[in-house]
């Protein structure tokens, strides 16, 4: 699948707990139970995970929550929140995972496509004043039928007292991938070596990627939200080394408007 789409969500999928999950409008403004937000924005990502060329395009922005305890987003699906103890928490969700097609770039050519999956998730949060540590395994269904495994920390805060005041937040992680997962996205077999021209490459299991990012959230209105954001992710391991990886650092940028009720 080559659409905008497919190519934000399997790109940017790092951003998804910052961008998202979060909300690009801060949740703490939700009047009442229900929190549901509206909007659209800019995107500017690689044509594929490892590719040296940038795409911008327009993407919606759609997400909802229910007490802070299930939440629903355009992009990452549907997440609950099932234990919630003190500063401990567990969230697992479900999502659409779309795959990869070879026509998306030259650089692919002879690769063939990876098959859309769905994405079950579990992840564990604890939670320590601004900041928040996290612990998330992946499963795919489908596609590679990978498994990866994220950790990480983020920080939120508050530029100024008011409940309406400018937020930042700051995260970093590091993402373990299984064999299926690295041999789907980075390997390349003995057939692949025969379409493509490229020689043939293991993609063994181990540390991918490393992230880094920041996003900024800026009330226009009480209702109105400007969201702006920035990440970096190196590409690390067999996963660096891969010939279908063009350049191991891939820069995302994007920036959203959106007004929650």
């Known amino acids: 699948m080559s659409t905008l789409f497919a190519r934000y969500r399997a790109y940017c999928r790092g951003l998804a707990l910052s961008l998202c999950l979060l909300g690009w ?18 995107i500017s990502a690689p044509e594929y995970l490892g590719s040296d060329r940038i795409e911008t395009f327009a993407v919606p922005a759609i997400d909802f929550a229910y007490r802070r305890t299930l939440t629903f987003n355009f992009y990452e699906g ?45 992840v564990a949060e604890y939670q320590l004043d601004v900041y928040t540590a996290f612990v998330g395994l992946r499963r795919h269904y489908g596609g590679t039928d990978g498994t990866q495994l994220e950790a990480g920390i983020q920080a939120f805060y508050s530029l100024r007292e008011e409940i ?75 996963a660096g080394d891969s010939p279908l990886v063009l350049q191991d650092g891939q820069w995302f940028g994007g920036a959203f408007v959106g007004y929650r009720f």
């Open 78 to 122: 549907l997440n609950a929140y099932f234990f919630n103890r003190g500063d401990f928490r567990l969230k697992a969700g479900v999502a659409y995972q779309p795959g990869r097609d070879e026509d998306e770039d030259p650089s692919l050519a002879g690769i063939g496509d990876i098959d859309d999956a769905t994405l079950l998730r579990l």
């Open 25 to 42: 409008s801060p949740a703490p403004l939700a009047v009442g139970d229900w929190s549901v937000g509206l909007g659209a924005g800019v």
């Open 164 to 238: 309406t005041s400018p937020r930042l937040l700051l995260n970093l992680a590091v993402v373990y991938s299984n064999e299926d997962y690295m041999q789907g996205y980075f390997g390349i077999d003995a057939g692949q070596s025969a379409a493509s021209g490229l020689a043939p490459y293991s993609a063994g299991p181990g540390i991918s990627s490393v992230r880094a990012g920041a996003t900024y959230f800026y009330p226009l209105t009480r209702h109105w939200r400007l969201t702006t954001v920035v990440q970096y992710r190196e590409l690390v391991g067999d």
